[in-house]
């Protein structure tokens, strides 16, 4: 049995108590969990399935907060697997509840969302539009670490269009936050993302300095797949010093 069909047997057990218990909110935040973990094992059907299941309830308790994140869950499912317009759709959803709830950090996410989709369509006006409303927002709530993601999506969008040094303008806000926060891992994975984004200029050694600093620190935290950095980074050092 794999450890996602443990979690699934196990929360499924919890299920059966809160539904005897009659609690309808642990019974939804079950579905949830539930859903995560199909998901996680790509049963696409079934986690949309409990996602589901968790908006009849919420929809039942007025448990507006419930269903806009049910919505952004399904959102992320769609999104994994490039049906964009079906992604879209759910992540509009997410946005008009949460904007209901008057809710700046959720809008602000959501917004977040919307560009990411409208990012893989192509539609790079929209995208920026968005993303910049977001930062707007995370701006006026003071939500610093939220607008990690968003400075990264910047990053792609401008990085598509090889824009580099905007791209890297981006990666830069990020990682400033990403050690404010002493985020080791995000650190490193955004050092990783910005020597590719040299990788695509063909700027091989700032490639290589990048990702040796990116494997650094993931050695400093005992990083479980580091060994794919490592054979990555000497998969290039081959390419670039014996070719």
């Known amino acids: 049995m794999s450890r996602q069909s443990e979690f699934i047997e196990l929360y499924k057990r919890d299920l059966v108590k809160a539904q005897k218990a009659n609690d ?3 019974v939804s935040s079950i579905y949830k969990k539930i859903a995560s973990a199909y998901a996680e094992a790509e049963e696409w059907n079934k ?3 409990y996602y589901v299941r968790s908006i009849d309830i919420d929809e039942q308790r007025g448990d507006q907060t419930g269903i806009a994140k049910a919505y952004a869950c399904i959102g992320n499912l769609f999104y994994a697997q490039q049906e964009w317009d079906k992604s879209l759709m759910f992540y509009s959803k997410e946005l008009e509840v949460e904007e209901l709830c008057t809710n700046t950090k959720g809008i602000a996410r959501a917004y977040n969302n919307v ?3 409208y990012a893989k369509q192509g539609k790079i006006d929209q995208a920026l539009e968005s993303f910049h409303r977001s930062i707007d927002l995370k701006d006026e709530i003071g939500d610093i ?10 990053a792609l969008v401008f990085d598509m269009l090889k824009e580099w040094n905007k791209a890297e303008e981006f990666y830069g806000l990020s990682y400033e936050i990403k050690a404010r926060l002493n985020d080791v891992v995000g650190m490193a994975d955004n050092l990783w993302r910005r020597a590719k984004l040299f990788h695509e200029q063909q700027r091989f050694q700032e490639t290589l300095d990048l990702m040796a600093q990116s494997i650094s620190l993931l050695e400093r935290v005992n990083f479980p797949r580091v060994d794919h950095y490592r054979a990555e980074f000497n998969n290039l050092l ?3 010093y014996t070719d």
Do not use: F, I, P, W
């Open 47 to 49: 986690a949309l399935e």
């Open 145 to 154: 670490k939220g607008k990690m993601s968003t400075y990264d999506n910047l």
């Open 238 to 240: 081959r390419l670039v």
């Open 115 to 117: 560009g990411t989709v």
């Open 24 to 26: 309808q909110q642990k």
